[in-house]
């Protein structure tokens, strides 16, 4: 291993393919995510010598404005520091600066709530752009985005009555049932792909999904997790 030289997106990168092991592939999903479309393209270039406490919070002050979550911020906060962490004990850098910052999870302001008629017109986008059962199942279903997007026909028990992801089971909204039925068979044991991939979908392009039919919809700015929590408080 080289010990100078390194930029912060060489590093994360490294530091990734070192450690992947010890994840699970949810994990592993989630913090390459993570490190390919927020730390990458914004401070991927910037010498690890360079990162400083201020280049940090103006990179997590640009996510925010970018319209991206306080959790989401938060948690790129802590794999960041992750890193770092390593490459202080490297002795690639001589202390780890972003031990200095300060991100909050919490949102700055509490979310908006849609009414039951704005709920059902993001659905029914949600129906126009064939997305319907995989965000229906995912408001009504108290899966995480990560497990969501993961998840597999195996991941069902007692047909369509149950999911069981990671130790919780998991009750299937009745309504979803018939979705799920009349979705188009596929080779993949995964149910939901993307259509423009055919492949899983990542969760960057989740999040612009999401964001597309609310804009398509109408709608103001809610997080999927915000709304998630909305719709099984009303259980639609």
Request: hydrophobic share 35%.
């Amino acid at each position: 291993m080289k010990k100078e030289g390194y930029t912060v997106g060489q590093w994360c990168c490294l530091w990734f393919q070192s450690n992947q092991y010890k994840w699970n592939p949810n994990t592993k999903g989630g913090y390459h995510n993570l490190i390919e479309h927020h730390i990458l393209p914004a401070i991927g270039n910037v010498p690890l010598m360079g990162l400083t406490e201020n280049v940090a919070t103006d990179f997590y002050a640009k996510l925010q404005l970018n319209g991206l979550s306080s959790q989401t911020i938060h948690c790129i906060h802590l794999l960041l520091r992750r890193c770092m962490d390593e490459a202080a004990r490297e002795h690639l850098i001589p202390f780890n600066p972003v031990r200095n910052c300060t991100v909050s999870k919490k949102e700055g302001h509490p979310p908006i709530r849609l009414r039951l008629g704005q709920i059902q017109r993001y659905l029914n986008t949600a129906e126009q752009f064939d997305a319907l059962p995989m965000i229906y199942v995912g408001l009504t279903s108290g899966l995480r985005q990560c497990e969501l997007i993961t998840l597999s026909w195996a991941d069902f028990h007692v047909p369509y009555k149950y999911i069981h992801r990671r130790g919780r089971l998991l009750t299937l909204n009745p309504k979803a049932s018939p979705l799920l039925k009349n979705m188009k068979p596929t080779e993949s044991p995964y149910v939901f792909l993307n259509p423009k991939t055919n492949r899983l979908y990542q969760l960057h392009e989740f999040y612009y999904l999401h964001k597309m039919l609310l804009k398509k919809a109408g709608l103001p700015w809610v997080a999927f997790r915000d709304l998630q929590h909305q719709c099984m408080e009303v259980g639609i």
